[in-house]
């Protein structure tokens, strides 16, 4: 079975650009969760989608927003970047939504100049 | 307000001797708690789990222990590897919402000494 691929792999953007990032989960995986890694803040939650439908919000700010298609891939979106937006963006995958181990993709990383 | 923490950024241990990684918790309806480990430039692989009912778990090199009363798991490795320099995360599934989603430490990176 392929592992969660998330594309791109890197990505640089400026302060204001918007970016968009894809998460292929792990076929049969019906749950997508995101995460966020920065240097010494671990892995912050940012939120989980389930046939669709978006289950759990991290707090985070409305400027970063998901979605889930009916194949279960997701695309997680950022608007108005800003520099504090560098990170590590890690999408997970699990077959339901109450199995608590999550697959991880290899992330992207994402630079805002 | 964090709910599992790991106070030690980094560790750094001889191979062959054990490694010792700590985490705490603060939510005492946690029922469940996990380690990862994440090498450079990729995503954080499962590693062993430890359920509340119990207060040990082994598999192979790697041994988890639970102490529910302190609130407090740690993450045995005997011996330690060149192989096992990883930044590892413990975690715990909290019942927010309607589906268990897993709150991460911020992680300790271990580095084992050749």
């Known amino acids: 079975k392929a592992g969660v691929t998330q594309t791109p792999r890197y990505l640089i953007k400026t302060r204001g650009q918007q970016v968009t990032l894809s998460c292929s989960p792990i076929s049969g995986h019906r749950s997508v969760s995101w995460y966020q890694q920065t240097p010494g803040q671990g892995l912050q939650f940012l939120f989980e989608y389930f046939s669709e439908t978006q289950r759990n919000k991290g707090n985070f700010p409305g400027r970063f927003s998901g979605r889930q298609f009916s194949n279960s891939r997701s695309e997680m979106n950022v608007s108005t970047l800003e520099l504090g937006d560098s990170a590590l963006y890690l999408c997970?995958?699990?077959?339901?939504?109450?199995?608590?181990?999550?697959?991880f993709g290899s992330g992207t990383q994402l630079s805002v100049l | 307000d964090q709910q599992v923490k790991q106070n030690s950024p980094s560790l750094s241990v001889q191979e062959g001797r054990i490694s010792i990684l700590n985490c705490d918790y603060t939510?005492?309806?946690?029922?469940?708690f996990l380690w990862y480990k994440k090498y450079p430039a990729e995503g954080p692989t499962f590693l062993i789990s430890i359920s509340s009912i119990k207060d040990k778990n082994e598999d192979g090199r790697f041994t988890v222990f639970l102490n529910k009363s302190a609130k407090h798991l740690s993450l045995h490795i005997v011996p330690s590897q060149p192989g096992d320099s990883a930044v590892y995360f413990c975690?715990?599934?909290?019942?927010?919402?309607?589906?268990?989603?897993?709150?991460f430490g911020s992680g300790t990176q271990l580095t084992v000494l050749p």
């Open positions: 997970a995958s699990r077959p339901g939504a109450i199995n608590e181990k999550l697959f």
């Open positions: 975690a715990a599934p909290n019942s927010a919402g309607s589906a268990r989603q897993l709150t």
């Open positions: 939510n005492s309806m946690f029922d469940y």
